[in-house]
């Protein structure tokens, strides 16, 4: 590790008290931020200082740090995540910027996201498009043994390719048309790769399709931001093998 | 009071399908007579409103987060134990057992155990069963590898996110029943106070994190899986959202908190590197595999990895631990790290930190080989401190993880309180005072799909359903109680941040109850930390509004009670005069430094009673009896 060298960056983030206020950017001054600091570890102490000064902090949705949870949600100089490839906001550190750099940070904009207050969005959506049949109806208990069905190795790969997803919602917030087609194709795919899935195939990909357009996502029209804004780096062919899975529901 | 955890007495390997037997059943049409609530979506809890909801009981779930996708368990990368035996390498469902129980240093109880590694294998072909694509071979067979504490490959993965994978296994299975109607799904609500009425479970307050309303909810039963306690140390390896909150408010109101000093310090996370961070990361103990520890043999050697010469390298898991090595158990090679750092042999800023190598294993497997195995923590580790890990060795330093401690259960996982369940994390009482690797999964998923549909049955075949409704006296006064602990925080308008008190509390939590502590470190703390508390009611600043989306005043509420829960976890660790597990104390060790247990004076579960905030709580004891494994020293050389 080289030394640290401190950093002053002018932040313009929007503020928005609740759903229905308009909403504005504000101009703070983050002072003292190293390049070890992450995001989100600068923007607490951005915090810090504005909770001293007695002005409410800039909330954001974070919890794990880690990578993982898909809790944070930030646009930040028009990119999902900060636009590093395959990296979380919690996950961005601030090497990647340098001392006098002006960031815009953003919530996720997409019509089926309203916004809550300030950075945080309402991502319930995506639950409603699991609820959809984003599962296998088995029960618990009395399945059969794990190895009673074998999958082949790069099956077993390929599902959790499309598995990896963490549901953050960056390639809603990424494509131009809104839409919740990576997400829905990640788990889709996944299911209708592996054995234990693929029965409910059909039904599944109609009723989560369904669900996704009724929650105001919008089509896809192939412009592939959303796997460009993906931090787990879910390929855009599961998208594909979703409206494949959908036409052959049409037929079945 | 001497506690009774009601284990079911004979032949081990008979003790669960026997009770199971024994317990009540609740007829399928009365089902959906009986509400039942689920604080906590993880593992536990995720899988145990799932499996409820199935069985046709109503069930309120509740979560802090936006999902229930967010949990927690989610970050868990390694992997889940099942005593399947594929391997044929000599595992069976007894030597899961006996992993465990010595792993736990034999302050666990036997049957619960027995029970875990019994029920292992059905959480293997549940999760199968619902699309988990666990690493497979190349003839489609489940694969596996090995975990510290084990001399066998028993843990089953899905690259390095088993966590994740569980999670949304059991998150895809709530969601199912959240479609169907038996599970209805509160998010962005956190519980802030258990409702007891002539000292039976009845309910919860929840405040609405984006309105700021206080809402009650009542039930025949309450289920809690709110997991672990260990941001009592500020910086930990858990998520910023984890608190002993739910856990402490139900202390308050009843439940005994049992074994609060078994927290384990797992051995490989990213060491800290500056005052501003916010968490630590963890590198999964899978890493040890084909990673080696070692430090360099001579003090203060500054050269970098690649320049140090073999002979100038200790390798010193494998030279004190030659039958296990880098796969000691996690309390084991967490004190064997910090030794090396004590010496003065550590690396990295500060000289916490020890190498963990894999330029071995590189050279005998390749680094396509790695990188499949690995390949996400080595980009994890490389975005928090630039470094690659291919090429160079990675920098580890232990941190707090997980506890083992938490309120206090009977062997059907509910608490003194009738009617109020903890499961998983929150509960004490699988993993006695170090948990293996790998058996934090199984225990969330034990606790939820195979144990408490069984047990809850049992209890609520004994009670008339709907007995208390929300309009109870008591939920007026929990609510009011609630709000006026807000108001309070909201009220103070002092100089220092939440933040900042709860950094203090964290250090000296780690420096004098962390990997090492003594009587005078333990009593310093109990001196201090009522005063820091007191600071804190007069002192913090809490911005904004109670009847909105506030941050701070969340983290306020979480940072109070760690205020009042760290006092008792301290009390804890003084009462235990042995070492045992993730609880050393350096008064008692042997000449080599390896703990010393004393069996003979506390071969018990120490549970709590709650007497007051500053008032000396009361210990009750709930003698363990070793009957199949039996009290040995610990041994893994």
């Known amino acids: 590790m080289s030394d640290h060298k401190t950093m002053t960056l002018t932040l313009i983030v929007w503020r928005q008290k609740n759903a229905s206020d308009p909403g504005k950017f504000e101009t703070y001054t983050a002072k003292n931020i190293t390049e070890h600091h992450s995001f989100l570890e600068m923007l607490d102490c951005v915090n810090e200082d504005l909770i001293l000064e007695g002005r409410e902090p800039i909330v954001f949705d974070h919890d794990c740090r880690e990578g993982i949870c898909g809790m944070c949600s930030q646009v930040i100089n028009g990119a999902p995540h900060g636009g590093q490839v395959r990296t979380t906001v919690c996950q961005l550190h601030m090497r990647k910027f340098k001392d006098g750099d002006t960031i815009y940070i953003e919530p996720w904009r997409a019509r089926a996201f309203p916004i809550i207050k300030d950075l945080i969005v309402d991502r319930s959506a995506l639950d409603t498009i699991i609820q959809a049949g984003g599962y296998t109806s088995c029960h618990t208990g009395g399945v059969a043994d794990g190895n009673a069905i074998l999958i082949p190795k790069p099956v077993a790969d390929e599902a959790m390719d499309a598995a990896e997803c963490i549901g953050c919602g960056a390639c809603v917030a990424g494509c131009p048309n809104g839409a919740a087609m990576l997400f829905t194709g990640a788990k889709v795919s996944q299911l209708s790769i592996l054995p234990q899935g693929k029965t409910e195939a059909a039904a599944r990909v109609t009723a989560m399709t369904k669900a996704m357009a009724e929650c105001g996502f919008g089509n896809c029209t192939n412009h592939y931001e ?15 093998r979703m409206n494949r899975e959908f036409l052959k529901a049409q037929f079945a | 009071m001497i506690l009774d955890g009601k284990c079911p007495t004979g032949p081990i390997e008979q003790t669960w399908d026997k009770h199971r037997f024994d317990l009540k059943l609740v007829n399928p049409a009365n089902k959906r007579k009986y509400n039942v609530i689920v604080v906590g979506t993880g593992l ?3 899988a145990a409103a799932a499996s ?11 979560c802090y987060q936006d999902s229930p996708r967010r949990a ?3 970050a868990a990368q390694g992997g889940i134990n099942a005593a399947k035996a594929y391997p044929n390498d000599g595992d069976s469902i007894y030597r899961l057992f006996y992993d465990t129980i010595k792993g736990g240093d034999f302050r666990a109880r036997e049957a619960d155990v027995w029970r875990l590694a019994q029920v292992s294998n059905n959480i293997i072909d549940q999760c199968v069963a619902q699309g988990i694509p666990f690493a497979r071979d190349y003839a489609g067979y489940l694969d596996n590898r090995s975990f510290g504490g084990a001399q066998v490959s028993r843990t089953f993965y899905a690259r390095g996110q088993t966590g994740q994978q569980l999670l949304l296994g059991a998150y895809s299975a709530l969601s199912r029943q959240i479609k169907a109607g038996t599970v209805k799904m509160y998010n962005r609500r956190e519980m802030l106070d258990l409702v007891v009425v002539d000292g039976v479970a009845r309910g919860i307050t929840v405040r609405n994190l984006v309105t700021g309303e206080l809402e009650s909810y009542a039930a025949d039963a309450v289920c809690l899986c709110t997991g672990g306690y260990v941001n009592v140390f500020y910086l930990s390896t858990n998520a910023m959202g984890c608190s002993v909150t739910a856990s402490w408010k139900a202390h308050k109101k009843g439940a005994l908190f049992a074994n609060p000093c078994y927290t384990q310090i797992h051995p490989t996370c990213i060491p800290q590197a500056g005052d501003y961070q916010s968490k630590l990361t963890l590198m999964s103990e899978s890493l040890r595999n084909d990673g080696r520890c070692w430090a360099p043999k001579k003090k203060g050697d500054t050269r970098p990895p690649n320049q140090i010469p073999e002979e100038d390298r200790d390798y010193y898991l494998e030279r004190k631990y030659p039958s296990f090595g880098n796969l000691a158990p996690r309390d084991i090679a967490s004190r064997a790290a910090k030794e090396q750092c004590d010496e003065g042999r550590g690396v990295g800023p500060g000289g916490r930190g020890v190498y963990l ?3 071995a294993s590189i050279k005998r497997l390749s680094e396509d080989t790695i990188r499949e195995r690995y390949g996400n923590l080595f980009e994890m580790y490389e975005k928090i401190t630039d470094e690659n890990a291919y090429k160079s060795p990675m920098r580890i330093y232990p941190a707090p993880h997980y506890s083992m401690g938490g309120l206090w259960v009977d062997y059907n996982l509910m608490s003194n309180v009738p009617g109020l ?22 225990q969330g998923l034990a606790d939820g799909y195979f144990v408490i549909p069984y047990t809850i049955g049992g209890y609520l075949a004994t009670i008339k359903p709907g007995q208390v409704k929300e309009d109870h006296a008591e939920f007026k006064k929990s609510a009011e109680d609630v709000n006026k602990n807000v108001n309070k925080l909201l009220s103070i308008n002092g100089k220092r941040t939440v933040t900042d008190f709860m950094r203090e509390l964290g250090t000296m939590m780690w420096e004098n109850c962390g990997m090492a502590r003594t009587k005078e470190s333990l009593e310093a703390n109990i001196k201090k930390i009522p005063a820091l508390r007191e600071e804190f009611w007069k002192n913090v600043k809490v911005t904004g509004s109670g009847a909105d989306l506030n941050q701070q005043l969340e983290n306020a509420g979480r940072t109070a009670d760690f205020l009042e829960f760290a006092e008792l976890l301290c009390r804890d660790a003084l009462h235990r005069n042995e070492s045992c597990g993730g609880h050393f104390r350096s008064e008692y060790q042997y000449d080599d430094g390896e703990a010393k247990r004393d069996d003979v004076n506390f071969c018990y579960v120490g549970a709590w009673e709650f007497k007051g905030v500053g008032a000396e709580p009361e210990l009750h004891k709930e003698p363990l009896k070793f009957e199949n494994v039996h009290l040995a020293v610990r041994s893994y050389k």
């Not at chain 2, 409820?52 to 509740?62: C, H, P, S, T």
């Open chain 2, 421 to 442: 369940f903890v499961l998983g994390e929150a509960n004490f009482s699988v993993h006695g005072a170090n948990r293996l690797g790998a058996s934090a999964l199984m």
């Open chain 2, 44 to 46: 536990a809890g995720g």
């Open chain 1, 226 to 240: 959303c796997q460009a804004a993906c931090p787990k780096g879910i390929n855009v062919k599961f998208i594909a």
């Open chain 2, 357 to 359: 190598d894999f330029a």
């Open chain 2, 52 to 62: 409820l909801g199935e069985l046709g009981y109503n069930v309120q779930a509740f």
């Open chain 2, 72 to 74: 927690h368990s989610i």
